[in-house]
């Protein structure tokens, strides 16, 4: 198990003794065999965790622990760890797979051995026909894979990837996911990737981190990411098209609870009314395009006007404005609904999909 235990990473510039606080005091806690995902937006401190992870940099406050013994002042090579850096520094002068057998070679294992290792984890990784290059005849993608390898090839205990994929196309992007967890299922590697593709850190993780400005906003499963966000960075972060958030605020009338915004009413289901303390607060909404239905009825709906019809391919996106108020709305519909710019529309939110955000509160989501 990896331990992260109030980890603060500050650069000093020894010049004009400005400080930069990279990362700003996380826990964290990776068991064995588990594949982790730090994500966030670029200079979110993603890059500096790992890196102290590997001990290539030291932590300012706080500790690191590996089955509970405090590594902090371990070197890096005592740590038995397969890393895969941002830059994937290669040995220019080594061919593929001395490249890729070069940390079995330094572990005095023979050539043959070493270089049978390497092909096996080649071919996974969709190489084995570059094995008798230099690295500056491959393509940046390739390069990356033939760093993989090489982290992958010694069975390390912990494997550090930092965007390991960023220089892919699509298509081997997914090939490449596919196949680095199933190698990582097969190894039982504890795996921390650091990415800033959400797609690609809820598709291969069990749990993903959210980081910003040093800190971890959440850390939970892809699933409760997505569900149940606890604040209203992390519903708005993740998924595409964005969630939709309007501002306004909860009131009561006759007894119930009402959303009420810039031309937007919606009465909250009894079940989801929030706590008394919020009623009044800035309060934001926030649906996900496919949680909102165009529909018939005017009871407790949304009187919308359409602006803009967009293709998906197997959806159609609508962006639309309600009546009375100016804000975008946009929202995922069947492609089989013929829908025009210009036209009126109610839309209705789907009962125990929405969330609320105090605004007031940090944006805590206070319905999850
Ligand atoms: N050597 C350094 N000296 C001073 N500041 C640094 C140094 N390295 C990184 N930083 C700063 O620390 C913060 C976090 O950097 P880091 O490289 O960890 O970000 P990141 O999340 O990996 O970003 P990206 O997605 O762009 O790779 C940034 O504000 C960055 O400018
Ligand atoms: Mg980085």
Redesign the pocket.
Known sequence: MIQLKGVV?E???AKNKEV????DGIDLEINQGEFIA?L????????????MIAGLLKATKGEILFDGKVVNQMEPKDRNIGMVF?SYALYPHLKVIDNIAFPLREKKVPKAEAYEKAKNIAKKLQIENLLNRKPAQLSGGQQQRVAMARALVKEPQILLL??PMSNLDARLKLDLRDEIRKLQREIGVTTII?T?DQEEALAISDRVAV?DA?KIQQYDTPYNLYHKPKNLFIANFLGTPPMNIVEGHVEEQDGRQVFAAEGVRYMLPQNREVAKEHIGCRVAIGLRPNDIRICESTENTIPVRIELVEQLGAEQLIKAKPLAGDHIIRIVAENEMKLKAGETVSIRILENKFHLFNLERNGINILS
């Open positions: 990473k650069y000093g510039n930069t606080r990279a990362v730090l966030g937006p670029s200079g979110c401190g993603k890059t500096t965790t790992l890196m941002q930092d965007e650091v800033h980081l040093g």
